[in-house]
């Protein structure tokens, strides 16, 4: 049974930093696609970022340059390390995974204020 649990979220200000974290079982994220979505109220969630299993990292255009995906197959957890952090990255950040369906972690909330 495949299972990703998030952790690391939190109110942050403008400006600061934060890391997610994606605690995996039953998959290995070595060879995994591994992506981090998120969804802010009254908008479609949307795709992050993402890492495959040769190591390929993928960004959304709003991010990129601030965020990194990463990921630890000793501990087989997956991050995300946010940096100069805006309000509107303030959202519900998911963890998923896809073997031969999609898999969910229960979502965790960042906050960044003004």
């Known amino acids: 049974q495949v299972q990703l649990v998030e952790s690391g979220g939190g109110l942050v200000q403008a400006g600061g930093s934060l890391r997610l974290s994606c605690a995996a079982s039953?998959?290995?994220?070595?060879?995994?696609?591994m992506g981090w979505y998120r969804q802010a109220p009254g908008k479609q969630r949307e795709l992050v970022a993402s890492?495959?299993?040769?190591?390929?990292?993928n960004y959304a255009d709003a991010v990129k340059g601030r965020f990194t995906i990463s990921r630890d197959n000793a501990k087989n957890t997956v991050y995300l390390q946010m940096n100069n952090l805006k309000p509107e990255d303030t959202a519900v950040y998911y963890c998923?995974?896809?073997?031969?369906?999609?898999?969910w972690g229960q979502g965790i909330q960042v906050t960044v204020s003004s």
């Open positions: 890492i495959t299993n040769s190591g390929y990292t």
């Open positions: 998923n995974t896809y073997l031969w369906r999609d898999y």
């Open positions: 039953g998959i290995s994220v070595s060879i995994s696609f």
